[in-house]
């Protein structure tokens, strides 16, 4: 699975409540909220949004205008998708497509349900890949369509279980240990196995939170044979243990 479409799997409108509306003033986001312009202007600051394109705002963030707009928010449900939304602006504003249309006609058609709502998915992954694409050509989005660090991420988030080396890595990268360090480092942000600690930790809070699945169960599922091994890492990462989090992150995933 591509990474990308890994984050994005916890931000998804099973109903969304997409609504057609007209904003006149100031309207505060609850959630995730992407708005499609239909017509007039609606923003935050200096991103403004017009007739076609698409604002994507973040939780509590007040947008101002007037405009008629196509609105869906979204729960981001998981510790994997907020490793996308915190690093998200508060607003981002991207050129639409003919999306408003679709939205318009099965609105008025009276069908919603899910057919509105991959609609609005499919708006709001464009909106965050073209936003990824401008606005960071040196960072994450770069990293995966890079030749040496692109296969290493793909691997780690294809088989977080595997005992994965730095060496290892290297050889899916084909490249020398400190080659790989040094640029995964300058894409990414982070060394490699940091990286990996990262997101199996991720994939652990999720797992917690959405199955019964028992805390030794899951440290095996993210490549880690000793349980307590698993819980101190995972305590080190998230601030709480795992029976700790499985409470916690039920009620906030």
């Known amino acids: 699975m591509d990474p990308f479409d890994e984050l994005l799997r916890g931000v998804r409108a099973d109903g969304a409540g997409l609504h057609r509306i007209e904003v006149s003033g100031t309207r505060a986001a609850s959630g995730l909220t992407l708005y499609a312009v239909v017509r007039g202007a609606i923003g935050v600051g200096d991103d403004v949004a017009r007739g076609g394109d698409l604002l994507v705002v973040k939780d509590s963030v007040t947008v101002t205008g007037h405009a008629t707009v196509i609105s869906g928010t979204y729960d981001v449900m998981g510790a994997v998708a907020r490793r996308l939304t915190d690093v998200l602006p508060d607003a981002l504003v991207t050129p639409g497509t003919d999306g408003c249309e679709g939205f318009l006609d099965t609105l008025e058609t009276g069908k919603p349900g899910v057919v509105a709502d991959r609609l609005l998915d499919w ?15 040196e960072g994450w989005m770069a990293a995966l369509a890079d030749e040496v660090v692109g296969p290493v991420l793909r691997a780690m988030h294809d088989d977080p279980a595997r005992s994965w080396t730095l060496p290892l890595l290297a050889g899916v990268a084909g490249v020398a240990r400190t080659t790989l360090a040094s640029r995964f480092c300058r894409l990414v942000g982070t060394p490699p196995l940091t990286y990996l600690t990262e997101w199996r930790m991720a994939l652990a809070a999720d797992l917690l939170a959405e199955s019964p699945t028992t805390v030794a169960a899951v440290a095996r599922r993210v490549g880690y044979a000793d349980a307590f091994g698993f819980s101190a890492a995972f305590k080190r990462v998230h601030g709480v243990s795992p029976s700790e989090c499985r409470t916690k992150c039920a009620v906030s995933a």
């Open 123 to 137: 708006m709001m992954v464009c909106a965050l890949r073209e936003w990824f694409d401008r606005h960071h050509p």
